[in-house]
């Protein structure tokens, strides 16, 4: 069964960047896609953004839009989640995720919908 490794979390400033890396144990001659969610203390988990493998095609959350950006390295299968202008908001634990689907499935946010996940990287953001 494949593994997912978060790294990158850390404690930053606000309007600081923080970049994660999840790197997956082994590699898939499926269709996937892969996404980040995260859970702030009290809350459910929740989308961030999310990758299709094939083609590098994102999908992000609107509280995130324009200042994370999702990427793929194919060749390290690593995904990674760039995080700019970060705010206090933003603090929580990031979690990567994966799932095997079909050529056509659109990328989704329902964390049901992920068999894979990592065990998760904390993101503090102080004010």
């Known amino acids: 069964q494949v593994q997912l490794v978060e790294s990158g979390g850390g404690l930053v400033q606000a309007g600081g960047s923080l970049r994660l890396s999840c790197a997956a144990s082994e590699r898939t001659f499926s269709i996937i896609h892969m996404a980040w969610f995260r859970q702030a203390p009290g809350k459910e988990r929740e989308f961030v953004a999310g990758i299709r493998w094939s083609n590098g095609a994102t999908d992000y959350a609107d509280s995130v839009k324009g200042r994370f950006t999702i990427s793929r390295d194919v060749a390290k299968n690593t995904v990674y989640l760039q995080m700019n202008s970060l705010k206090p908001e933003d603090t929580a634990v990031y979690y990567c995720?994966?799932?095997?689907?079909?050529?056509?499935?659109?990328?989704?946010?329902?964390?049901?919908?992920?068999?894979?996940w990592g065990r998760g990287t904390q993101v503090t953001v102080s004010s």
């Open positions: 995720a994966r799932r095997i689907v079909t050529r056509y499935t659109p990328i989704t946010t329902a964390t049901t919908d992920y068999a894979y």
